[in-house]
C-alpha cells in the first residue's frame, strides 16, 4: 500500500509539473506573441498602447476579430474586397463600435488616429499597407468611417452579429465612405477620370475621390 501510495503521490507530482510548465510555455508564449505584435506597431500606435495599457490588451483582441470578420465577408463574396472599398469601410466601422463597447469612445477614437499615424510613417518608409501604398484619400476615408463606427457603436448596444448585419446594410445605404472607381476597379478623381497609380508612386497626396458606399463603379473610360 505505501508503494502504491508512494507511486500515486509521484505520478500526481509529475503532472502537477507538467501542467505548472505547460500554463508556463502558455504564458512565456502568449506574452512573446504580444511582445512580436507590439514591436510592429508604429511610434504612434506604440505610444497609445503606452497610455492606455489595459484598454491595449482589449483593443488587440478587437482588431484581430475585425480583420478576421472582414476577410470571412470577403471570402464568402458579401463583400468586396479592393483597397478602399467596402470591406475596407466594414472594417474600420465594425472595429471601432466594437471598441466603443470595451472601451471608451475618446480612446477608440485616439487609436484610429494613431493607426492613421503610424499608415504616415510606413508611407515614409516606402511601406504598404495591406499590399497597397498608403496616401492621404486613404487616410481621410479610414477616419470619416471609424467616426460612424464610433458613433454607431455608441447608439446601439447590440450582439456583434446584429452588429455586422446592421453595419452591412448601412453599407448598402451610402453611410459609410469608399474611393471612387469604374468597373475595372480604378481608381477614380473628381472629374471621373482613371488615375493612373504607376505616376503617383511615392506621393501622399494622390487625387482620389471618396463617394458614399453603395456607389455603383461608373464606366470604364477604355483606358
Known amino acids: 500500500m505505501k508503494r502504491a501510495g508512494a507511486y500515486s503521490a509521484g505520478l500526481f507530482s509529475k503532472t502537477a509539473t507538467a501542467l505548472v510548465l505547460l500554463h508556463l510555455f502558455s504564458v512565456t508564449a502568449f506574452a512573446q506573441s504580444r511582445r512580436a505584435a507590439f514591436q510592429h ?15 491595449a490588451k482589449k483593443a488587440q483582441r478587437i482588431s484581430l476579430h475585425a480583420r478576421a470578420v472582414a476577410d470571412s465577408l470577403v471570402k464568402a463574396g458579401r463583400l468586396e474586397g479592393p483597397n478602399g472599398g467596402a470591406a475596407d469601410a466594414f472594417r474600420h466601422a465594425y472595429w471601432m463600435a466594437s471598441l466603443v463597447q470595451e472601451i471608451s469612445p475618446r480612446k477608440a477614437r485616439k487609436l484610429g488616429e494613431a493607426h ?21 484619400a486613404g487616410s481621410v476615408m479610414d477616419l470619416l468611417n471609424n467616426d460612424w463606427g464610433i458613433r454607431f457603436g455608441e447608439e446601439h448596444r447590440i450582439s456583434r452579429t446584429n452588429m455586422i448585419t446592421e453595419i452591412i446594410i448601412a453599407l448598402g445605404e451610402g453611410n459609410l465612405k469608399v474611393m ?31 463617394v458614399p458606399s453603395g456607389h455603383a463603379p461608373e464606366p470604364c473610360s477604355g483606358k
Do not use: C
Open 180 to 210: 471612387r472607381r469604374d468597373t475595372k476597379g480604378h481608381y477614380l478623381d473628381r472629374d471621373g477620370k482613371h488615375i493612373d497609380m504607376e505616376l503617383w508612386k511615392g506621393k501622399w497626396n494622390v487625387p482620389k475621390k471618396l
Open 41 to 55: 506597431l508604429s511610434k504612434a500606435e506604440k505610444r497609445w498602447v503606452f497610455f492606455h495599457p489595459f484598454a
Open 116 to 136: 492613421e499615424k503610424g499608415n504616415y510613417e510606413q508611407f515614409k518608409k516606402g511601406k504598404l499597407e495591406d499590399e497597397a501604398q498608403p496616401d492621404s
